[in-house]
């Protein structure tokens, strides 16, 4: 089982994905989508709504795909910044969410490391 993001880690993810606390209305914000007292939950809906397309503006393409046994999942980065396509990071995981999030997240960290 793949372990859970602590919530250092969900805060600065969702805040990497375009999340702002507003101090004056004590909320998150994001863009025309609103205000919401606390940050979006880590499931796959809001990972494709929010993080996703993130990662593809930054010149990244990603497979999300399970194994035949329905027991290992893999999220696979590809950086398509080059002119090459080349697997930046392959996260396994028995949950598709985590797998997917840890993927990004590992993009992320190297991101904010250039």
Same mark, same amino acid.
């Given at each position: ?12 993810? @969702?805040? @990497?994905?375009? @999340?702002?606390? =507003?101090?004056? %209305?004590?909320? @998150? ?6 205000? $919401?007292?606390?940050?979006?939950? #880590?499931? #796959?809906? +809001?990972?494709?709504? /929010? ?6 503006? &930054?010149?990244?393409?990603? !497979?999300?795909?399970?194994? &035949? $046994?329905?027991?290992?999942?893999? &999220? ?12 930046? !990071?392959?996260?396994? $995981?028995? +949950?598709?969410?985590? &797998?997917?999030? =840890?993927?990004? /997240? ?6 904010? %490391?250039?």
């Amino acid at each position: 089982m793949t372990k859970q993001p602590t919530q250092e880690q969900l805060k600065k993810f @969702w805040e @990497w994905c375009g @999340w702002k606390w =507003w101090e004056q %209305g004590q909320s @998150w914000c994001i863009g025309k989508d609103g205000i $919401s007292r606390e940050l979006p939950e #880590l499931d #796959l809906n +809001n990972l494709f709504k /929010y993080a996703v397309p993130k990662l593809q503006k &930054a010149g990244f393409g990603f !497979v999300l795909c399970d194994t &035949a $046994s329905k027991k290992i999942f893999h &999220a696979e980065i590809y950086d398509e910044r080059k002119d090459t396509e080349r697997l930046f !990071v392959d996260e396994k $995981s028995d +949950n598709p969410t985590l &797998a997917l999030f =840890w993927a990004i /997240y590992i993009v992320l960290q190297v991101m904010e %490391g250039q």
